[in-house]
């Protein structure tokens, strides 16, 4: 039995010396550690790779710019990421760990409004301002958080638009918007649930008539069962949103099945690169998006959204088209070192009241914070897919080319 | 009957066990999940290795409860459905306060562990006519199946999961009243099921493991035994999922029923640490979990390569586990009585 | 779900066709992968939970091929004589030793390479879901009601012909023959002169190979993840189950019965119940089978 206890002393002896890491703390040297919990495995991995190069990109620009002024002394910014593995327990678990052991005062979000759901109450409860770029979900700000900020716009807002340019289309034939029949489809998780909530309150307002409504398994990829179902009720419009996969899946079976819908709107299209895949028929789909490349806004750190884009693109070649997960990432490092300036200290909490009050125009668009925390200033922006794969900004019904008709 | 040795094991497990939060306050959640992992690997161990019926769905619990006790915890005090508390646009955020947070955790906890009873004796009906892969396979059909239908229930927020009531009282409060959560639950599971092992029970559950039919035709109620093992197992298992929904803070198809990772840990711990021994489980979750922290911290992109590599390793080629290597070197040490005489015996095999 | 009745037997039974189509295609790529499965348990008594991860590999090999403009009947032969190779030292690393043991340890064995090869693949190829577009034709018939992707008609008779020729391999040729006596009776096996241990590596390496094969097909007709393993490993252990052992025209049977299942389910109750819906015929055919023999007094091992 003493076998026993020693084996088990010295479990928790390793327990101990094993996990004690080095204990980092907010500000190391001349370098502020910002800490991150990330997607780099699992279900999230794609976007949470996307967003961690926009984190990494945006540090390396305002590093090599001089960094961030604080007292008078220059000083580096530097990340620390952990894997969450898309689970939000252990997402949760490791903000905690980000904060409690390795002291991290500043935190910027995970990716998806699941996983900043789990992470929010954690940097809530230590008072830790963190601010996130892939949490969509409109609950999180009602919540009553005081120190979550977000950048990109809320999640209802995505393909409500859609609905929006369908009713305009009604009208211009001097017809009724409530003679419009949706069919919708939506992954089952946080946030294709949310999206659903501001496309379904849209449809209420006009009074439309939902006809299909599907809510697709997480871990499968087909859906040729809705999209029978669309071939044989024919609405007038059609909307998904599954993320990247759910795109990549609905792009290639509406291509297989041949499905003809005047309207087809759905999320995540830049990210799975349905233009490139499948030319012919991603036509005509109207892809909401936080951010363009041709934006007309800009900033001193990182120029225009063109320049931007190709200072991305030269550092990251594996890309053609830059997801705007990657752009909204970089927007949130650098509200960061505004506020650090503004604020001029390393006080998480003058540091909060100093980014609740940013108001500032960046490559990515205007950014200014509600009482609730979430960027009111920048809109969502609706692009259709042309014939030559390219993205043309949709801002009125007259925009857009209407009906959508290929031939397959 | 309680030996000097074992004396001494749990005076040092106490010792860290209630000290541990103490001395190394940063590490108070990430202990409090250790405690839970013990108390996984234990429960599991009461129908994997003393009876011999691997179940590779006892997670099923865990999420029940979980879900269970989340209804309770909101629907007590709130009047509208559960799903309301956090689903799409204009989440509502009632205000809970501390009496209705921890009469709600009380009541939620006991729930819990009263829903997963439930549940475990309504699968005994039909799980238990299974064997061996079959019961290991069915049991992971259920978990599967519960988890798909559970996303598809709007009451309690369909896929868009469950934000949990906040926990009133500041953090370190928070960490350490969990912390105390897991490792009561956990004493009591352990201390239960040791009496239960030295009990007839321990010896009918052994018997099954053996041999089933033997133990049937020597009149052992086996469906009864069974039963009551299940059972415990999820009285425990939902308990814990109750408690685990609260540390989360966000409840979800992925949080409640972890199939691929600790419904699967489960059984690595057991088997890292000897199944069908009672401290087996609890030194396999404990060398478990701090492996698995440690790769988490030092090898970040490798950490699940890692963990691959030593399940193998350690089922290929190390399979009786700790306490099994233990037990073949040294027997007398856990009371085991080698028969070295008689080598006759083996010439005639 | 009264709609999508109504949708599927009054106002368009013509949809049935494409509902049943799209069943048969899923179920011809998971028969594969549940004979191989089947194969590997009978003859060995491994249950292989990696099985979905060998099927990604493939995947994966077969997009790396396609990528170099390497054309398909050439995909497909290196593809399987490659994986059969990666079976075949799976087994000498790490098979072999687990042959005899208890049930659970080949399960846990196996989680623990399916971890592993999941990470692995996810650290060469990331972890977007890809895709082989092989920029093959899509027919309709009945007005577009019905639509017949080509490339899902060619994946099937791909399957038809992999699985013909495995038949065939098992009835007729030697080591086929020595493969099912093994199964049947390993000792008498070694008694009459078959060298067990080659043949479980030959078992072995055949299922990598069919898993291999499945992993090309389903490239071509879906997509592929790192992480999509899973989904495959529980489908054919549900078939296998459902059909039991040694029985292939029942695990085929099985194959296309949970794929039909899955797309009614999805059609007529809803999308959302179409993974609940495999899994649960497997729980209801485990039920159905434990009570018939329970009235034998028997059960169900």
Known sequence: MKLKALALATGAAALAVSVAGTALAKVE????????????????????????????????????????????????????????????????????????????????????????????????KFGVPMVEAEGASRSLFTQGYKYLFAVLSTSEQYL?????????????????????????????????????????????????????????????????????????????????????????????????????VPMIALTHCEAAKVQEKFPNASTGFLCPTQWVETLSKSDAMFGSAAEWNEGFKADNPSYTSVPYQSAQASAAVYVFKEAFEA????????????????????????????????????????????????????????????PRNVTY | MIKKNTLITYAGLGLFGVFGPMIFPDYTLSMAYLWMMVLMASTWDTLGGQMGYNSLGNITFFGVGMYVSAIVQIAFFYDGGVGEYTSAMGAVKPEFTDSEYFYGLFFGIIAAALA????????????????????????LGIAVMVAELTITIDYVGGASGISMPLFPGDIEFRSTFFYILCFILTIMAHFLL???????????????????????????????????????????????????????????????????????????????????????????????????????????????????????????YFQQGLMGWLQTKYPEKFGIVVDDGNSSDKAEA | MLDNLQLLFVWAPILNVQVILEGIFVGAV?????????????????????????????????????????????????????????????????????????????????????LLMQQVMNLIFGPEVKIIDLHMVNWDFFGNMVTVPSSKVLSLFLA??????????????????????????????????INTDRIYAITFAFNSALCGAAGVLVAIIWVIQPFYGVTYSVRSFAIVTAAGLGN?????????????????????????????????????????????????RQVLR
Do not use: C
Not at chain 1, 38 to 61: E, P
Not at chain 1, 233 to 246: E, Q
Not at chain 2, 118 to 137: C, D, E, K, Q
Not at chain 2, 219 to 241: C, D, E, N, Q, S
């Open chain 3, 30 to 114: 998971f028969a594969l992968s549940a004979y191989g499965l089947a194969l590997v348990w009978g003859v060995m008594n491994i249950k292989n939970l990696a099985q979905g991860d060998f099927v990604i590999m493939g995947g994966y090999m077969a997009l790396a091929l396609s990528q170099a403009n390497v054309p398909l009947p050439l995909i497909l032969l290196i593809v399987v004589a490659t994986m059969f190779v990666y079976g075949w030292v799976i087994y000498i690393g790490m098979i072999r030793r687990i042959i005899d043991q208890d049930m659970f340890v080949s399960l846990l064995a196996t989680f623990g390479l399916s």
């Open chain 2, 194 to 316: 040791r009496w239960m092992y030295s009990t007839q029970f321990g010896l009918a559950i052994n018997a099954i493991r053996d041999d089933e039919d033997k133990a049937e035709a020597m009149g052992i109620p086996t469906l009864v035994y069974k039963r009551i093992g299940w059972g415990v197992a999820a009285v425990f298992m939902g308990a814990i999922g109750a408690v685990a929904g609260n540390m989360a803070g966000f409840i979800d198809k992925e949080v409640a029923y972890p199939i691929p990772t600790f419904g699967i840990f489960m059984v690595a711990m057991v088997l890292l640490g000897g199944k069908g021994t009672l401290w087996g489980p609890v030194l396999g979750a404990i060398i478990f979990h701090v492996v698995k922290e440690a790769t988490w911290t030092y090898l970040l992109n490798l950490q699940w390569i890692a963990l691959g590599l030593i399940l193998i390793v350690n089922i290929v």
């Open chain 1, 160 to 260: 409500s638009t859609a609905i929006d340019l369908a009713a305009a289309e009604r009208k211009k034939n001097f017809k009724s918007p409530s003679e419009v029949r949706v069919a919708m489809a939506f992954e089952g998780d946080p946030f294709s649930m949310d999206v659903r909530a501001g496309v379904v309150d849209k449809i209420n307002e006009y009074g439309m008539k939902i006809i299909i409504d599907d809510q697709l398994p997480a871990d499968l990829s087909d859906m040729s069962t809705t999209l029978t179902k669309v071939k044989a009720l024919r609405p007038d419009i059609l909307v998904i949103s599954g993320h990247s996969k759910g795109a990549a899946t609905a792009a290639r079976q509406i291509d297989e099945m041949k499905v003809n």
């Open chain 3, 248 to 296: 292939l025209p029942g695990v085929i049977g099985a194959a296309f019965g949970i794929g039909l299942v899955e797309k009614y389910t999805g059609m007529i109750i809803g999308t959302a119940y179409e993974v609940a819906a495999p899994v649960s015929m497997l729980v209801l055919v485990l039920i159905w089978r434990q009570y018939s023999m329970r009235r034998n």
């Open chain 3, 160 to 193: 038809a012909a992999i699985a013909f020729s495995v038949v065939l391999f098992m009835k007729k040729s030697r080591t086929g023959q020595a493969i099912r006596a093994t199964a049947q009776d390993p000792r008498a096996a070694r008694v009459l002169g």
């Open chain 1, 29 to 124: 040297g001349d370098t502020i550690i910002l800490g991150s919990s990330i997607s780099l495995t699992g279900k999230y991995a794609t976007n949470g790779l996307h967003t961690q190069r926009g984190y990494d990109y945006a540090v390396k620009v305002i590093n090599e710019a001089g960094g961030v002024k604080v007292g008078g002394k220059s000083y580096k910014l530097a990340v620390k990421y952990y894997d969450d593995e898309s689970t939000p327990a252990r997402g949760a678990q490791l903000a905690e760990r980000l904060i409690q052991q390795d002291g991290v005062e500043y935190m910027l979000g995970p990716y998806s409004s699941g996983m900043t759901k789990a992470i929010a109450p954690v940097s809530e």
């Open chain 1, 343 to 402: 604020a001029n200290s390393f006080d998480k909490d003058a540091l909060r009241d100093a980014i609740a009050a940013v108001e500032m125009e960046t490559f990515y668009g205007d950014i200014k914070f509600s009482e609730a925390g979430n960027n009111i200033a920048k809109p969502m922006f609706m692009r259709q897919i042309g014939a030559d794969g390219s993205y043309s900004l949709v801002e009125t019904f007259a925009d857009m080319s209407y």
């Open chain 2, 116 to 139: 997963a009873l439930v549940l475990s004796l309504v699968l005994s009906t039909f799980m238990f006519g299974l064997r061996g892969p079959y019961f290991a396979i069915g049991s």
